[in-house]
């Protein structure tokens, strides 16, 4: 890892797609490939020029359109080219996808009984945990930090639970605590990680800036 240097500390942004009409509709969608709706595509328009500000020199994004349209919006801004990672993409729901939380509740009610005691157990049965979206979409963003250069920003599109899971595993943050102590990322708003050095060390680690920022703050 390259710690910080003249250039300045390295940083990663962490962006939550724009709404879709699932998620109006209280819809579990995972892998499912929705597009935004007319609000999402305003969200990301509204939320560009901000997330423009941060000066990205890369920008990666799961490669379900939701995420690619609104990495895109940001890319047209600071004219860069999108890198999809199919590692980023939503926790896989298994059965649960396409149907409304309602009817998950009343369908499945021992497996979200078992969620809801913070069990970690598969999505929709057949999903996934979310230690393995932790592990995969972690991996991604590993990847990205170690590709980054010194005092440089990437900019990663990704979703509610990768994005979360991916930024508590880059910086080491047990996502049992995790859960208990931040909130969810709203549709287009974002975390803000920043390598710094360790205390009393040359060290550096990735730590949490900001989180869940976005353009109407909750």
């Known amino acids: 890892m390259t710690a910080p240097g003249a250039a300045g500390p390295r940083r990663i942004v962490v962006m939550r797609h724009g709404e879709t009409a699932d998620n109006a ?19 990301a328009r509204e939320a560009a020029p901000l997330v423009a500000s941060y000066a990205p020199d890369v920008i ?10 609104t990495a895109q919006a940001v890319a047209d801004l600071v004219r860069l080219e999108v890198r999809r990672d199919p590692r980023l993409r939503e926790v896989d729901v298994g059965r649960w996808q396409g149907l409304h939380a309602d009817e998950v509740r009343e369908r499945y009610p021992d497996v979200v009984a078992a969620l809801d005691r913070g069990e970690d157990v598969p999505k929709g049965v057949t999903g996934e945990t979310r230690a393995q979206v932790a592990e995969r979409a972690g ?4 990847d990205v930090a170690d590709a980054l250069g010194p005092g440089r920003t990437a900019l990663v599109v990704a979703h509610g639970v990768s994005g979360r899971a991916a930024a508590t595993e880059l910086v080491g943050l047990d996502h049992d605590v995790a859960d208990q102590v931040l909130r969810s990322l709203d549709n287009c708003h974002w975390i803000v990680l920043v390598e710094a050095p360790k205390s009393f060390s040359t060290t550096a680690g990735w730590r949490i800036a900001a989180w869940n920022v976005g353009p109407r703050q909750p």
Not at 25 to 43: I, K, M, N, P, Y
Not at 139 to 142: K, P, S
Request: glycine share 6%; aromatic share 4%.
């Open 60 to 69: 990666v994004s799961s490669d379900l359109r939701r995420a690619a349209d």
């Open 139 to 142: 991996a991604a963003l590993r």
């Open 25 to 43: 509709a209280r819809v579990w969608q995972g892998h499912r490939d929705t597009e935004l709706s007319d609000r999402g595509r305003a969200q």
